[in-house]
Nanobody, 117 residues
Framework: VQLQASGGGLVQAGGSPRLSCAASGRAFSTYRMGWFRQAPGTEREWVASIMWSTGSPDYANSVKGRFTISRDNAKNTVHLQMNSLKPEDTAVYYC???????????WGQGTLVTVSS
């Protein structure tokens, strides 16, 4: 399984970029997909996840109400719509796949989101 994230860049505070993560691999199927982020000097933190079969989302408190995770099963793609961005949202964002409900085993390369105030 290979994951390719895109959509990062420099954004002004209050902006609304959308990240995408395309999964490739023979007969891709997964239990859930997640987005994580890592700001400079900090540990990677979970941001949001979505159950692949049901589309049920879950969010970290820090982004709840501002970020929306969605998936397109036909295109094996997961999106993260980020609204009302704050400078503290600046981080490298990673998508990840948990194929069996045990752990996020596959990771994308990360995409940098920089929020300017």
């Amino acid at each position: 399984v290979q994951l390719q994230a895109s959509g990062g860049g420099l954004v002004q505070a209050g902006g609304s970029p959308r990240l995408s993560c395309a999964a490739s691999g023979r007969a891709f199927s997964t239990y859930r997909m997640g987005w994580f982020r890592q700001a400079p000097g900090t540990e990677r933190e979970w941001v949001a996840s979505i159950m692949w079969s049901t589309g049920s989302p879950d969010y970290a408190n820090s982004v709840k109400g501002r970020f929306t995770i969605s998936r397109d099963n036909a295109k094996n793609t997961v999106h993260l719509q980020m609204n009302s961005l704050k400078p503290e949202d600046t981080a490298v964002y990673y998508c990840a796949a948990d194929l069996d409900g045990l752990r996020y085993k596959f990771w994308g390369q990360g995409t940098l989101v920089t929020v300017s105030s």
